[in-house]
């Protein structure tokens, strides 16, 4: 049984450049969550899609878009990158029912993402 | 706003001995805390969890407690083993919310 699988697992961009990132959650879960681990800090969440929508969003700015797919895989893209946004970012899935306990995300490997 | 705190950044422990990794909160409305335990090159692992309405949660060799009075939660290994050496991220999470809040880890380094 795969666990969620993240694409590229390393990639180096230039500032400026548009970047997506890749998620493959679970079989049998239908949401995806995004998270991004800068050195030496715990991941933040950047956002979360459910029967794809963007469900929920945390502090980051619109270049961060996503977008989920019937099959409930889901990308996410960066537009005019910055330094800053190097990282490793992680994707994260569960199924989804009413009353969800936060018991059971699972995590991708991550994709490190350098920019120079 | 750092909602989750782990203040110590690493801990080196004797194989054998207990292990004690410690977290503080400062948001009353979270209902869930979680441990996760990251190798390089992984993604973070689900340990254990507690829910806000109990104070102790056992599995095998790892215990959680929590003080809710406090905001301090705590993980418990033992007896520590070489194969524990990793970072561990506390999490804690609001029903509803559908977002993990991390720390920013705790390196554990168990010497044999």
């Known amino acids: 049984d795969a666990g969620v699988t993240q694409s590229p697992t390393h990639l180096i961009k230039t500032r400026g450049q548009q970047v997506t990132l890749r998620c493959s959650p679970k079989s049998g879960h239908d949401t995806v969550s995004w998270y991004q681990q800068a050195l030496g800090q715990g991941p933040q969440f950047i956002f979360q899609?459910?029967?794809?929508?963007?469900?929920q969003r945390g502090n980051f700015p619109d270049r961060f878009s996503g977008h989920q797919f019937p099959n409930y895989s889901s990308e996410l893209n960066v537009n005019a990158l910055l330094l800053g946004d190097s990282a490793l970012y992680l994707c994260?899935?569960?199924?989804?029912?009413?009353?969800?306990?936060?018991?059971?995300?699972?995590f991708g490997s991550g994709t490190r993402l350098t920019v120079v | 706003d750092q909602q989750v705190k782990q203040n110590s950044p690493s801990l080196s422990v004797q194989e054998g001995r207990i292990s004690i990794l410690n977290c503080d909160y400062t948001n009353s409305m979270f209902d869930y805390f979680l441990w996760y335990k990251k190798y390089p090159a992984e993604g973070p692992t689900f340990l254990i969890s507690i829910s806000s309405i109990k104070d102790k949660n056992e599995d095998g060799r790892f215990t959680v407690f929590l003080n809710k009075s406090a905001k301090h939660l705590s993980l418990h290994i033992v007896p520590s083993q070489p194969g524990d050496s990793a970072v561990y991220f506390c999490a804690a999470f609001t029903s509803g919310t559908y977002k993990y809040i991390f720390g920013t880890g705790t390196r554990l380094k168990v010497l044999a």
């Open positions: 899609y459910y029967e794809e929508e963007e469900r």
């Open positions: 994260a899935s569960y199924y989804f029912v009413q009353g969800w306990s936060g018991y059971g995300y699972t």
